[in-house]
């Protein structure tokens, strides 16, 4: 069983970056916050890409009784996770100071369609950090304990 990260979050991570890149080429302070956040969030995604957001692929398995022995990487997983966590939580300090920046930048140049969307990528950060984050450690746990021997 490979684990990866459920396709509805993938997406939703290249929506919103996509969205956000689409305003590199604005100049000012728009600009440049713009590109501080995509320069910061892609990093993130990348990183909860390779570790956080996969545990949750199994969620639908796991709701069913279903535990296979390949779903033990998923232990590991969240291992890491647990031990990145206070990086990943300073990380998101960061990019939602680059996000207020942005939003601010974009209220005094009249972008208000980027102040929406720092809105959503703030909320798309909380959601994981509240929600997220916190699932893909429980299913390590879990699966910690029905997989021992």
Same mark, same amino acid.
């Given at each position: 069983? $490979?684990?990866? !990260?459920?396709?509805?979050?993938?997406?939703?991570?290249?929506?919103?970056?996509?969205?956000?890149?689409?305003? *590199?080429?604005?100049?000012?302070? !728009?600009?440049?916050? !713009?590109?501080?956040?995509?320069?910061?969030? $892609?990093?993130? *995604?990348?990183? @909860?890409?390779?570790?956080?957001?996969?545990?949750?692929? %199994?969620?639908? /398995?796991?709701?069913?009784? +279903?535990?296979?022995?390949?779903?033990?990487?998923?232990?590991?997983?969240?291992?890491?996770?647990? $031990?990145? %966590?206070?990086?990943?939580?300073?990380?998101?300090? +960061?990019? *939602?100071?680059?996000? @207020?920046?942005?939003?601010?930048?974009?209220?005094?140049?009249?972008?208000?369609? %980027?102040?929406?969307?720092? @809105?959503?990528?703030?909320?798309?950060?909380?959601?994981? #950090? #509240?929600?997220?984050?916190? !699932? /893909?450690?429980?299913?390590?746990?879990?699966? #910690?304990?029905?997989?021992?021997?």
């Amino acid at each position: 069983m $490979d684990l990866k !990260t459920p396709n509805p979050l993938q997406s939703e991570h290249q929506e919103l970056l996509v969205e956000l890149k689409q305003a *590199f080429k604005l100049e000012g302070k !728009t600009g440049k916050a !713009t590109r501080l956040a995509a320069r910061l969030l $892609d990093s993130h *995604f990348a990183k @909860e890409n390779e570790f956080v957001l996969p545990p949750l692929g %199994l969620l639908p /398995a796991l709701a069913q009784g +279903t535990i296979e022995p390949e779903m033990a990487a998923a232990i590991n997983m969240a291992a890491r996770l647990h $031990d990145e %966590l206070p990086n990943l939580r300073a990380e998101q300090r +960061t990019i *939602f100071a680059a996000l @207020e920046e942005l939003m601010a930048a974009a209220e005094g140049e009249g972008h208000a369609e %980027l102040v929406g969307l720092a @809105e959503k990528l703030m909320l798309n950060e909380e959601i994981k #950090q #509240q929600v997220s984050y916190p !699932t /893909a450690i429980l299913i390590g746990k879990y699966l #910690q304990l029905k997989l021992k021997p």
